[in-house]
């Protein structure tokens, strides 16, 4: 599919109530397969926002590997900034912007750690190189140089040789529960389409937010 015509396509067609789905998920996973369709670079990329203990908000692009109806997994290093942070204040927000399609997705919930067992699924799934990665990168910590990471790295390989590749203690995954997920579709004259799905106990409402 070509990226610039379905741009133009779904400004035109817009985001009416009557064709969003009742579930979030679901209508994610709508919107997720036709990212994946237009082979967007790295449709799964998404900003992730967290707040120090200081009330300093912080932001970076993590990679989104798993979801279902529980929530939003993605993985980290549990010594990360981000990791410190969501133990400490464990609100956060999500943002997948497809700009090409002229599409957001914006996530507001809570995120938690995701049971080892789960964590070492994936882990099992990951390159050789990945999982050397994860256990060779003091992440978010200051270092001198570049030489000592790839020290670190040559280390690691000789640590665990031919042999398996285990999950380090600290590693692994949080889920993101969403209190509220809003799809925004771009429309012409900025007078865009919003939608907000707000969570109420077993359901969740819709509606619709100015632009």
Known sequence: MDPAALREQFMAEGLDRDALAADPVDQFQRWYQQAIDARLPEP?????ATVDPDGQPSLRTV???LYDADGFVFFTNYESRKARQMDHNDRVALLFPWVALARQVKILGRAARIPTAESLKYFATRPRGSRIGAWSSPQSQVISSRSLLE?????IKRRFGDGEVPLPHFWGGYRVVPSSIEFWQGRESRL???FRYTREQDAWRIERLAP
């Open 63 to 65: 990679l989104l590997k």
């Open 151 to 155: 020290e670190k790295v040559a280390e």
């Open 44 to 48: 799964n990329a998404l900003s992730l």
């Open 192 to 194: 865009h389409d919003r």
